[in-house]
């Protein structure tokens, strides 16, 4: 059965998305989307206000899918958040401005017909701002995984030998991040000897000291030795100073020093062919 909402809306379709399209017109500049073309806006408009039309006649999967499909393009094409919940307030605002307009505007049939309307834009905006969020979730999540890796990557340069370069301040959080890359790396490469390279740490104190033994230590359990390269003249002073010892750990000043030393150390060596 046709309820009085539906058949409003189906009499006054035409007026609705007029209007409608005149306010967002007006607010574009709010939406945040100056740059987009006219042609564009005016097709995306006409694809919303039909879909918002449209969800009022249809229920439960069907009316998901279709707002989830709206709202995924949205997002793939990069259209801000406040272009949905601006233009359903609009549309809101629009609609019952009309009715009150209307001729058919007893108390009883405004207050019922508001009611249902605060349901129909309600669920519209709970399903897109759903869709929003987990897209937003997924993307920082995914963003965090990478950035995590990136912080401390373990790079296989020869075969048994890697390098994990450390740039940047560590703290707990990232020592951890570190532990974890060092070990699943020397698993995932079968690293004999990995070189862990401070070149690119600023502070070397014996907070950080103690996380690279603790890493150096553990990478020790599953079978690599670890050198530790990029020993700055002022880190080394300060490792002095500070009484850290890491006479465990084979070090080198530099990078390819470290190398050179991970060759010895696994049978290699490299050879000029032009000195043959």
């Given at each position: 059965m046709e309820t009085q909402l539906i058949s409003l809306v189906?009499?006054?379709?035409?007026?609705?998305?007029?209007?409608?399209?005149?306010?967002?017109?007006?607010?574009?500049?709010?939406?945040?989307?100056?740059?987009?073309?006219d042609e564009d806006f005016g097709n995306s408009n006409e694809e919303f206000v039909r879909l918002i039309i449209k969800a009022l006649s249809t229920s439960g999967e069907e009316r998901n899918i279709l707002i989830k499909d709206f709202a995924k393009k949205k997002i793939i094409l990069g259209w801000p958040i406040i272009y949905l919940t601006q233009g359903l307030h609009l549309f809101k605002k629009v609609f019952i401005r009309l009715i009150d307009e209307g001729d058919d505007n007893s108390c009883s049939l405004t207050l019922?017909?508001?009611n249902e309307v605060d349901d129909w834009v309600g669920t519209i905006t709970h399903l897109l701002m759903k869709?929003?969020?987990?897209?937003?979730?997924?993307?920082?999540?995914?963003?965090?995984?990478?950035?995590?890796?990136l912080s401390a990557p373990v790079i296989p340069v020869f075969e048994g030998i890697s390098v994990l370069p450390l740039i940047g301040s560590i703290d707990t959080e990232r020592a951890r991040q570190i532990m974890e890359n060092l070990l699943n790396g020397i698993i995932r490469h079968e690293t004999k000897v990995v070189l862990i390279d401070i070149t690119g740490v600023p502070m070397v104190d014996a907070m950080v000291a103690h996380h690279i033994i603790r890493a150096a230590e553990a990478a020790r359990l599953i079978g690599s030795m670890t050198i530790l390269v990029g020993i700055r003249p002022e880190i080394a002073q300060t490792i002095i100073h500070s009484g850290i010892n890491l006479q465990q750990f084979m070090t080198c000043s530099s990078l390819r020093?470290?190398?050179t030393l991970a060759l010895q150390m696994t049978g290699k060596s490299i050879v000029d062919r032009g000195r043959e």
């Open positions: 189906k009499k006054n379709t035409e007026q609705i998305i007029s209007e409608w399209n005149k306010q967002m017109t007006i607010h574009r500049g709010e939406l945040q989307l100056q740059n987009t073309s019922k017909t508001f869709e929003y969020i987990g897209s937003w979730e997924h993307t920082v999540k995914q963003q965090q995984i990478a950035l995590r890796e020093n470290g190398i």
